[in-house]
């Protein structure tokens, strides 16, 4: 069971958190993203970014959440992608063309 565990959390951190934008959307460093600390909960990133940040929990793995919040002009906004794994801020980055999700686009941007 270790060992299934262990090879799960290496293929996420190899895959990243998968987003819905076409692939050329590559992130960018505008900074948004350093709002939340290593170690933030998922609370913690409500609080900063506000209710109106998405959310989505992956079907695959009911621990693993990615919370999107949209910044910008609101004609071409960017999104920070923060990645959680048990409440636990994993990764994050922004700068990204839309959501971030678990659904399976045909290539998968780090985020």
Not at 5 to 23: F, K, M, Q, R
Not at 89 to 97: K, M, P
Request: charged share 15%; with cysteine.
């Amino acid at each position: 069971m270790l060992r299934l565990v262990l090879c799960g959390l290496t293929a996420l951190s190899l895959s990243g958190c998968i987003e819905a934008a076409a692939p050329s959307s590559a992130p960018s460093a505008d900074g948004m993203a350093t709002k939340l600390k290593p170690g933030s909960s998922e609370n913690d990133a409500f609080l900063t970014f506000g209710p109106e940040s998405g959310f989505e929990r992956n079907p695959d793995n009911w621990d693993q959440s990615c919370l999107s919040y949209a910044y910008g002009p609101g004609d071409a906004p960017k999104y920070v992608h923060a990645l959680f794994e048990n409440g636990v801020l994993i990764r994050s980055s922004d700068g990204h063309d839309g959501l971030c999700t678990f659904a399976q686009p045909t290539s998968a941007p780090e985020i």
